[in-house]
C-alpha cells in the first residue's frame, strides 16, 4: 500500500515543473498546445502522459557551425570535402567555415517546425553560404569583402529560417575559416603576401604624403608672407622716395640755388664720414668752405683730429 502511495505521488510530480530564468515552457495537452509560452517559476500541469512540458531556452544566445567540423580532426576523423568547400564566382574551390549565432524566438514554432530545428537552420545557413559564395570572387572571400559578406550570411540565413518557419533570430553569421585547398594554398599565400606588401608601401606613402604636405604648404605660405611684406616694403621705400623727389624738385623749383647747396651738403654730410682725407678745391670759382663742420662730433665730444673748429677755416 505504501508503495503504491509513492509511485502515486511520484506520477503526481511529473507535472510540476521549475522553468529556469532563461527558458520558456510550452504546455500539451494529448499533443495539442494549451500554453504557448509559460514564464520561468514552477509550472502546474497534468501529470504525465496526459501534458507534456518542453523547456526551451529562449534567452540564450547559441551557436551553430557551418561546413568544416573541428570536431573531425580532434577525433581523428577524415573530413568530408563536401562539408566545406564552395565554388566561388570565378570558379575556384575555397573552404569555409560559419558560426551561425542565434536565440529562439517562438518556442512553439522552434518545437514543432521539424523535427530537427537544428539541423533545418544548419541546411539554411549552409544554402546561404553556397548561394553568396558563388556570387563573389576569391579575393573577396580571403580579404576585402569579408565584413559585407557576412551581413549577406545573416539576412540570407534569416530570411530562409522564417521560410521554414522556425522561429528564430538570427543575430550574426562570422566567416571563422577562409581557405584554399592545400594544393594551391601557397601561391594563395603568394598573392596575399603580395597585396599585404602592396598596402603597406600605399600606407607608407600615405605617411609620408601627410607628413610632406602640410610642411611644404607652410614653407609656401612663409615665404608667400615674405614676398608681399619685401612687396609692401619696396612699395613704401618707393613712395616715400617719390615723395621726397617731388618735394625737392617743387624747392629747388622755388629756389634753385639754395636746394642744390643744400642737396650738396646732405650728401657730403652722409659720404663725408666714410672717407679719412677731405679734398677741397680752392680754384672752383668759389670762396672755400669749411667742411669740417660736416665731420663735427656730437655735442659735448671733442672735434676729429686734423679739423678746426667752426669759424677757423684756413686761409685762402
Known amino acids: 500500500m505504501r508503495i503504491a502511495a509513492a509511485i502515486g505521488i511520484l506520477w503526481l510530480l511529473t507535472g510540476v515543473t521549475i522553468v529556469r530564468p532563461n527558458e520558456a515552457a510550452v504546455v500539451r495537452r494529448f499533443g495539442a498546445v494549451i500554453q504557448r509560452r509559460a514564464e520561468p517559476g514552477l509550472l502546474l500541469a497534468l501529470p504525465w502522459p496526459v501534458d507534456r512540458v518542453d523547456r526551451v531556452p529562449v534567452r540564450e544566445q547559441r551557436r551553430l557551425t557551418v561546413g568544416f567540423e573541428a570536431g573531425d580532426v580532434v577525433l581523428g576523423r577524415p573530413a568530408d570535402p563536401r562539408q566545406r568547400e564552395f565554388l566561388t564566382g570565378d570558379q575556384n574551390l575555397v573552404y569555409l567555415q560559419a558560426v551561425v549565432q542565434y536565440t529562439i524566438r517562438d518556442p512553439v514554432a522552434w518545437l514543432l517546425a521539424a523535427r530537427d530545428p537544428e539541423g533545418m537552420l544548419r541546411r539554411a545557413a549552409e544554402s546561404t553560404l553556397a548561394a553568396v559564395a558563388a556570387g563573389q570572387p576569391v579575393d573577396a572571400l580571403l580579404t576585402t569583402g569579408r565584413l559585407a559578406l557576412q551581413e549577406r550570411l545573416r539576412v540570407g540565413t534569416q530570411e530562409r529560417a522564417d521560410r521554414y518557419g522556425l522561429g528564430v533570430d538570427v543575430n550574426t553569421v562570422l566567416l571563422q575559416e577562409v581557405a584554399p585547398p592545400a594544393e594551391v594554398a601557397e ?8 597585396r599585404e606588401d602592396r598596402n603597406r608601401i600605399v600606407n607608407e606613402a600615405e605617411a609620408y604624403r601627410n607628413d610632406v604636405v602640410p610642411r ?47 642737396l650738396y651738403l646732405e650728401t657730403i654730410e ?47
Open 187 to 194: 601561391a594563395f599565400k603568394a598573392v596575399a603576401s603580395a
Open 216 to 262: 611644404a604648404r607652410g614653407e609656401a605660405e612663409r615665404l608667400i608672407q615674405e614676398a608681399i611684406a619685401y612687396r609692401d616694403r619696396r612699395i613704401a621705400t618707393a613712395r616715400g622716395d617719390a615723395r621726397r623727389f617731388l618735394q625737392a624738385y617743387t624747392a629747388y623749383r622755388l629756389a634753385p640755388g639754395v636746394t642744390a647747396t643744400r
Open 270 to 316: 652722409e659720404l663725408l664720414p666714410r672717407w679719412k682725407t677731405i679734398v677741397v678745391d680752392r680754384h672752383g670759382g668759389r670762396a672755400p668752405v669749411d667742411l669740417g663742420i660736416l665731420r663735427r662730433t656730437a655735442p659735448g665730444r671733442p672735434a676729429a683730429p686734423g679739423t678746426s673748429p667752426p669759424g677757423n677755416a684756413p686761409a685762402p
